[in-house]
């Protein structure tokens, strides 16, 4: 038996799986399962339950919500740079 092992319907990786007393390769995608000959091959050595494995989450892209008071500032800035832009282009026109 090598070190790994392949499953022979889908060629997917089988991964060894305890039963009461036998271990068993497994492969996760098809299902198919054959008992281990040899045990001394296969050692199981951590199994991690559900609840103890940490979730990741991926943010793609950040979003600030502003302040009560940042949204008045920025509405005021908005509105004298509208006022200036006018103002120029009246000078620029007079020219």
Same mark, same amino acid.
């Given at each position: 038996? $090598?070190?790994? +092992?392949?499953?022979?319907?889908?060629?997917q #990786?089988?991964?060894? /799986?305890?039963?009461? +007393?036998?271990?068993? #390769?497994?492969?996760?995608?098809?299902?198919?399962?054959?008992?281990? $000959?040899?045990?001394k $091959?296969?050692? #199981?050595r951590?199994?991690?339950?559900? /609840?103890?494995?940490?979730?990741?989450?991926?943010i793609s %892209?950040?979003?600030?919500?502003?302040?009560?008071?940042?949204?008045?500032? #920025?509405?005021?800035?908005?509105?004298s $740079?509208? %006022?200036?832009?006018?103002?120029?282009?009246?000078?620029?026109?007079? +020219?």
């Amino acid at each position: 038996m $090598s070190i790994t +092992d392949f499953c022979p319907k889908c060629r997917q #990786l089988l991964v060894p /799986q305890r039963k009461k +007393d036998n271990i068993y #390769l497994v492969c996760r995608v098809c299902g198919f399962k054959r008992k281990v $000959s040899d045990k001394k $091959s296969y050692k #199981l050595r951590q199994v991690i339950n559900e /609840q103890k494995r940490r979730k990741t989450r991926v943010i793609s %892209e950040t979003r600030e919500v502003p302040v009560e008071g940042e949204e008045a500032i #920025l509405e005021d800035y908005y509105k004298s $740079s509208l %006022e200036y832009l006018a103002e120029t282009e009246e000078g620029e026109e007079e +020219d």
